[in-house]
């Protein structure tokens, strides 16, 4: 009896020892936290990148408004040709580039990429990556088919003179390039890609950062105004046709309510991710005053991470807080408020038209992501470097010699694994501790520790050693995406309360009722053209819905053209065959299997 309950205190505490991932055991390497000014000097090592270079020159500001002309005619330059063109600066300091560009056909829905040297040099890697963001906005009113659905609405860029600041993709900073010119003479060379560039009055307009924020004193300030509500969906411009609007049937607050027939209600979602993408909005002020800016909004994407976005009231940024406005992750429907610090911010607006938008930016993680993204390129190096000596499939039991062979790649190792401390000591300072966020960066920089102390083990973790590159690439993928889906924006004046994000019980179990007795009498899988024609073709696809909202405005624009309706309708795989044989099958079959008719 006592061997048996010997035999049980022991496996009791191996058991205990080992659900406490041998902490008695094996000490875990402790992670420093690092500061955020600690953290930041890696993101200024590299060679010649865009944030070294307003390292160096940031702080040059011209205190006043300067305009260098460089040409005002209408030009255009052929893809693949090189122009050149002179021009004189008074003042040293920042300047942004800025042009005048029109909606063409040549380009499509892509930015049109161009590289840019300054006296026949590239200021900084990310010169060679350069673009003027479109403005693509609604090209008619909003349509019904015959079953009451709403036909997303066509897009087309604007097809007047506009104008755009100069962009870089290859930058993790979001809002525009700046450049650093010294008083006197300079040339400018612009070099298109894929597609020719036309524009006209390019320039360099002196770069004026966003001041601090001020609290006005509004305890007396009387206000009679009501709020100004903005329907999202309802955008002016948008900066990619990909951003589009969404049909929300989960909530009965989300206006306009859905629960039948498609309607477009809200705006963004998971096509509103890229770094630098934008949507603007124009809406009416009738009594001039103090405002607070409210959104309804909904960031469920990306597993816990927060989305970030930039405010521009009339194409400028208010004051240097609205460069970073945070929506939390959250699965639910959210009020985001406008905030300067921890108090929500006041926008002073002039009776009038105004407009907003909405950019796209990575905010408080820019850093983090460019640092991350420099040193997954490190790891991609060394890891190729290591399989020009040992192939990708190694043998286990060779010899490679590889401190002899590539002792550079242990240096290598080294530098980045004081990298991965250093990232994972930053999400430990903002964090508040280990966990999941500094496991990757953990893990790894344990890795390297080990090929460093035994360098025979790189053939046999080898395929452990990429899986973990790749999920460097992974977190990075995730963070570079910030979704939002809004509801509504809205301008809450003083003394006001903004609209209810929420309804009463009632209400939403009405709406659930409703949505499940249209789930009976609604065909979702039928789609139509918006008008009749006395000839029509019936197309079964077999695909996802959003695929078939595609093929479906492509139909639409295909029967406006040519006077011929399309039916459409998504049906389950295999049942074409069935339909065929029994003589019910469609006039035309597309995305069906290979095996099908």
């Known amino acids: 009896m006592k061997k048996k309950l010997l035999i049980i205190v022991t496996f009791a505490v191996v058991a205990v020892l080992l659900s406490l991932g041998y902490s008695f055991i094996v000490k875990p390497p402790k992670i420093t936290p690092v500061s955020t000014s600690e953290f930041l000097g890696l993101v200024s090592e590299g060679f010649n990148t865009y944030k070294q270079y307003l390292n160096q020159y940031g702080d040059n500001i011209i205190p006043q408004e300067i305009t260098v002309d460089v040409f005002s005619d209408e030009i255009t330059i052929p893809a693949g040709e090189k122009k050149e063109f002179g021009f004189t600066v008074e003042y040293d300091g920042l300047y942004v580039l800025s042009c005048e560009q029109k909606g063409e056909d040549e380009g499509g829905y892509k930015d049109i990429e161009f590289s840019m040297q300054i006296d026949g040099e590239f200021p900084f890697d990310e010169s060679r990556y350069l673009y003027f963001p479109k403005k693509w906005l609604v090209s008619k009113t909003r349509e019904n088919d015959f079953m009451g659905n709403q036909l997303r609405p066509v897009l087309k860029e604007l097809d007047e003179w506009y104008e755009s600041e100069a962009r870089s993709r290859a930058s993790y900073v979001s809002d525009s390039i700046r450049f650093y010119l010294k008083a006197g003479a300079h040339t400018i060379s612009l070099n298109p890609a894929d597609y020719g560039l036309k524009l006209r009055n390019l320039v360099f307009i002196s770069y004026e950062p966003p001041k601090p924020y001020t609290e006005p004193d509004v305890a007396d300030y009387k206000m009679s105004a009501k709020p100004i509500t903005i329907q999202a969906e309802n955008a002016l411009y948008r900066s990619s046709p990909s951003i589009l609007e969404q049909i929300d049937r989960t909530s009965a607050a989300t206006t306009p309510v859905c629960s039948g027939s498609d309607i477009y209600n809200t705006m963004g979602g998971s096509t509103w991710s890229e770094r630098s993408s934008s949507v603007t909005w124009e809406f009416n002020v009738e009594q001039p005053g103090y405002y607070q800016l409210h959104m309804r909004a909904l960031q469920d994407y990306g597993g816990g991470i927060s989305s970030y976005r930039r405010i521009y009231i009339d194409d400028k940024i208010p004051f240097e807080e609205a460069q970073i406005i945070t929506v939390p992750y959250s699965i639910k429907w959210q009020r985001v408020i406008a905030m300067a610090g921890d108090k929500p911010a006041w926008f002073y607006l002039d009776k009038g038209r105004h407009t907003i938008t909405l950019e796209c930016t990575l905010g408080e993680i820019e850093d983090l992501v460019e640092v991350t993204s420099n040193l997954l390129k490190d790891l991609n190096r060394v890891y190729r470097r290591i399989i020009m000596v040992i192939t990708t499939n190694p043998d286990p039991y060779r010899d490679y010699d590889l401190t002899e062979r590539i002792p550079e790649v242990f240096e290598e190792m080294t530098r980045i694994r004081k990298v991965l401390d250093t990232i994972a000591g930053y999400l430990i300072y903002k964090g508040g501790g280990s966990g999941s966020q500094t496991v990757l960066f953990e893990r790894l920089g344990d890795q390297l520790k080990e090929f460093l102390?035994?360098?025979?083990?790189?053939?046999?973790?080898?395929?452990?050693?990429?899986?973990?590159?790749?999920?460097?690439?992974?977190?990075?993928?995730?963070?570079?995406?910030?979704?939002?889906?809004?509801?509504?924006?809205?301008?809450?004046?003083v003394g006001a309360s903004g609209s209810d994000i929420k309804v009463s019980a009632?209400?939403?179990?009405?709406?659930?009722?409703?949505?499940?007795?249209?789930?009976y009498t609604h065909d979702y899988n039928i789609f139509s053209t918006s008008k009749p024609f006395y000839n029509s073709v019936d197309v079964w696809v077999n695909t996802g819905r959003d695929q078939l909202q595609v093929i479906n405005q492509l139909c639409n624009e295909f029967a406006a053209e040519h006077q011929i309706g399309v039916n459409l309708k998504l049906v389950e795989p295999g049942t074409v065959m069935m339909a065929v044989v029994a003589g019910t099958g469609p006039d035309v079959n597309i995305m069906g299997t290979v095996v099908e008719p």
């Open 453 to 493: 102390k035994k360098p025979e083990k790189i053939q046999t973790e080898l395929s452990y050693f990429q899986s973990n590159i790749s999920a460097v690439g992974a977190w990075i993928s995730e963070r570079d995406s910030i979704p939002l889906e809004l509801d509504w924006l809205e301008f809450v004046p």
């Open 506 to 519: 009632f209400t939403q179990i009405k709406h659930t009722v409703e949505r499940v007795i249209n789930s």
